[in-house]
């Protein structure tokens, strides 16, 4: 049952002013440590550091690792170097790595000074890989197995080296210069006779992901064949490290948002709603709204082209907004469905043109039965309940651009997702409003066009 933060704030906050320290520690240790470190983030500035240093040396660390990098820097500044040692000690590699990429330079030094040697190399190592790569969210904190170890020698080296790891699960086989070679489990392990060898148990067939992998094919990786846990090698197949489900997550959801940020024109941030100042948010949005303003302007110069038309037939006015939201609600619904389905690995490049042929006969039905709707509505009330002087040619006129406008939204929003992946930009970038801008004018373009050779204007 999901707990009531802020009820248990008032109590802490009630305890902390008492000095019930006691009974604070109490709290907290029958607490799980994500609650823990959502309670934090709603806590001052004063008394996260007495509140952290109240918890159990063992979930502190974990604690730690949940929490929002402005509290994580607000903390570190409180510990001393003995305290933050601790909890470097504590913490999983790609946890400090995270870390270590939201922290400001002075911190960082601090951090790296507080290290093993043996962790500084492996940390360096790590950041060095491309922001949003597979080799950036792997941790080095696994211990593999050989070919010719007994599943007796197995199990030693598990009880060995797994306090230490963050999942000894999923256990790989490599060689003497660390190439990948098989793949086991401790479940296949377990079942298996005390003098076996470990190579005659593994999966040679290992799928992997390397360094250089953007994380959001990795993480789609793990969606289809339900990995806990996914090994990533160089380019010559030596086992770098390995990636975690909790981690795939992580990417997911800010891969997710990012999409969906990019959508609604505005730029992507790592900082959540609450935590991102005014000006922040105003910096993200206001770039995009300059863009789609100046872009809307070829509307207004489409319409005042087409000025003398307008005032032949001043009917054509009223029809303006319906075909402009049509055209863009349908390039929308073609823009984020193939922007998902190329982040899902659905479709690729290669299959624009069943794309397109798709999109064509949704359109022409999408467009005949809106066509048909609005010519009956025009008849029925538009002419005879409301009275409206529209004539049946300029009603057609109104159809016929529908259908039209519904098909070039919809090549219009297929299309440029996928030409945008393959020059390299983010599909999500050619979706939402710009599409709708673009149709905007399409529409408008198609509509006078229409209007003056059937109506002779």
Not at 327 to 339: C, L, R, W
Request: hydrophobic share 50%; net charge negative.
């Amino acid at each position: 049952m999901e707990l009531d933060i802020m009820e248990i704030k008032e109590q802490l906050t009630t305890l902390l002013e008492g000095r019930r320290y006691n009974d604070v520690r109490q709290m907290l240790s029958d607490m799980n440590v994500v609650d823990i470190a959502a309670l934090l983030e709603e806590m001052t500035d004063e008394q996260v550091p007495v509140l952290y240093r109240l918890l159990p040396k063992e979930p502190a660390a974990e604690v730690f690792s949940y929490m929002e990098s402005d509290t994580q820097e607000s903390l570190l500044r409180s510990f001393t170097d003995r305290e933050l040692a601790a909890v470097l000690d504590r913490l999983y590699l790609d946890d400090v790595v995270v870390m270590l990429e939201e922290m400001p330079a002075n911190v960082v030094k601090r951090l790296l000074r507080l290290v093993s040697p043996e962790d500084r190399r492996s940390l360096n190592q790590i950041l060095q890989y491309p922001e949003e790569s597979a080799g950036s969210v792997l941790t080095t904190e696994f211990v593999d197995l050989k070919a010719t170890m007994t599943v007796a020698e197995a199990f030693d080296n598990i009880r060995r080296t797994g306090p230490d790891k963050e999942t000894i699960y999923t256990r790989y086989v490599t060689d003497a210069n660390r190439r990948l070679e098989g793949v086991i489990t401790v479940k296949e392990l377990l079942l298996a006779r005390a003098d076996q060898q470990v190579g005659e148990l593994m999966e040679t067939h290992v799928i992997s992901a390397v360094t250089t992998d953007d994380q959001e094919s990795v993480a789609r990786l793990f969606v289809k064949y339900d990995f806990t846990a996914l090994p990533v090698v160089d380019k010559e197949n030596r086992l770098v490290g390995i990636i975690t489900v909790d981690d795939v997550v992580d990417i997911l959801q800010q891969e997710t948002t990012e999409d969906m940020e990019i959508l609604a024109a505005i730029t992507p941030t790592d900082k959540s709603y609450l935590k991102t100042g005014v000006w922040a948010t105003f910096c993200k949005r206001i770039p995009w709204l300059l863009l789609l303003m100046v872009s809307a302007t070829f509307t207004g110069w489409i319409i005042t082209s087409f000025e003398k038309a307008l005032a032949a037939s001043v009917m054509l006015t009223a029809f303006i907004p319906m075909l402009m939201d049509t055209g863009g609600n349908s390039g929308s619904q073609a823009s984020v469905t193939i922007t998902r389905s190329l982040a899902l690995g659905d479709i690729a490049f290669r299959d624009t043109l069943r794309v397109i042929w798709k999109e064509i006969r949704v359109a022409v039905l999408c467009g005949v039965v809106l066509a048909v709707a609005n010519f009956l509505k025009i008849l029925l009330i538009d002419r005879l309940l409301m009275g409206s002087p529209v004539t049946l040619l300029e009603a057609a006129v109104v159809c016929i651009t529908l259908v039209i406008t519904v098909l070039c939204a919809k090549l219009v929003g297929c299309t440029l997702p996928l030409l945008a992946q393959k020059i390299g930009f983010d599909p999500a970038v050619m979706a939402g409003p710009f599409i709708t801008t673009i149709v905007d004018a399409i529409s408008l373009l198609v509509y006078f066009r229409v209007a003056t050779g059937v109506l002779s204007l």
